[in-house]
């Protein structure tokens, strides 16, 4: 069917759904259960669903699931996935969450209709707090391998992940949220909030990977710098060192994250098998050496030292509110 004329025959051949593309249309006509004759003709769709024409249009255009604290919103109009961590308090990433993000994105990059992912956050004032500190403190051992396998997992596959991925980094991103949003191609930050690894602040040390990705962006000599003293970076410094690449105020993060992203109009082959060249090298280098980085993990999180020293974090994140 050619989009332009109605199927139904009512002479309306000029006022068209205006869809860029006609068999996403239809793709979404059959979600809402409309017999496929009916499509393209705005009059049709309007006296059928009693609904005004945005309104058809915005459930056309996106579809939107939530599970184990993340939610989905597919745009079919512009195959953009939001990808968003919703996961009160703070979207610590434990065991659960990670194996959550893992699955979902499997999901998203077997999805033909997706050119592209936002990743963000539905919480207010942070993006991520990183790793769930309480899945380190007094841990249980099988849980305690299990949780840095779904870790590398997760990363392995946001890292290496064929299609744009772009953060919006709509607050606090310390260590662990940091990685994430390192992992993106993009990087848009909100302004007042912070950045970085601060892994050293906690009586822990950041992985080779974590490390690989800071030197990679910050250069040797601030790495060394930021590292040893667990520096978080405000945004606007962020902006500086070239962790992010955009700070713009709260509310125009995403607006700003789909702007850079409509302009993305690179061939996909050419743009994924890049990234490829550039991140293979990373990746398989953890992939190649997972059981051993998880043995260090185990290693050092089991001293007492560490331990000593994430009890007493853990306590003065609560005491905060006394
Ligand atoms: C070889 C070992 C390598 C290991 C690598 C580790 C990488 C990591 O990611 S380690 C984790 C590093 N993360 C942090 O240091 C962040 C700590 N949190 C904060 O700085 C702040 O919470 C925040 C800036 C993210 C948010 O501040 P806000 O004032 O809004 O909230 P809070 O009152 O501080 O927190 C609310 C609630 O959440 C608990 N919490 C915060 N962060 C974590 C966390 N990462 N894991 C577990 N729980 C966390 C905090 O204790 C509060 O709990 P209660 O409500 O029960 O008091």
């Known amino acids: 069917m050619r989009a332009g004329t109605c199927a ?23 979600t809402l259960r409309f017999p496929s004759c009916l499509a393209f003709c705005r009059k049709h769709v309007n006296s059928i669903t009693g609904r005004s024409f945005a309104k058809c249009q915005a459930r056309f255009l996106s579809s939107v699931t939530e599970r184990d604290g993340l939610q989905v919103s597919h745009n079919s109009n512009t195959g953009v996935v939001t990808l968003s961590m919703n996961k009160p308090p703070v979207n610590s990433l434990n065991l659960e969450f990670l194996q959550s993000m893992h699955k979902t994105l499997g999901e998203i990059q077997d999805d033909q209709d997706c050119r592209a992912v936002i990743l963000t956050s539905g919480l207010t004032n942070i ?63 909100a302004e007042n909030f912070t950045i970085g690894l601060n892994e050293t602040k906690l009586g822990i040390v950041a992985p080779t990977w974590f490390i690989d ?30 962790l992010v690449d955009q700070v713009v105020p709260l509310n125009d993060v995403i607006p700003t994250v789909e702007k850079e992203l409509s302009e993305w109009k690179i061939p996909a082959l050419a743009r994924g098998m890049t990234k490829d060249v550039l991140r293979r090298i990373y990746w398989r280098k953890l992939q190649e050496t997972q059981d051993v980085d998880t043995e260090s993990f185990v290693f050092l999180i089991k001293q007492e030292k560490v331990q000593q020293t994430l009890g007493l974090y853990l306590q003065s994140l609560k005491n905060k509110k006394k």
Not at 217 to 234: C, D, Y
Request: glycine share 10%.
């Open 213 to 242: 990705l800071y030197v990679g962006i910050l250069g040797q000599r601030l790495s060394e710098l930021a590292l040893q003293t667990g520096k978080l970076f405000t945004s606007e410094e962020a902006l500086k060192v070239g």
């Open 8 to 30: 139904w025959n009512c002479g309306r051949g000029g006022s068209p759904l205006r869809y860029a593309n006609a068999e996403r249309s239809m793709a979404a006509l059959r």
């Open 127 to 189: 993006f991520c707090a990183g790793l769930d500190i309480t899945e380190m403190y007094q841990p249980d051992d099988k849980r305690l391998r299990e949780f840095w396998t779904s870790l590398q997992d997760m990363w392995i596959r946001l890292y290496s992940f064929p299609k744009t991925t772009m953060a919006a980094i709509t607050g606090h991103s310390p260590a662990g949220g940091a990685l994430l949003a390192m992992s993106c191609d993009y990087r848009v930050m």
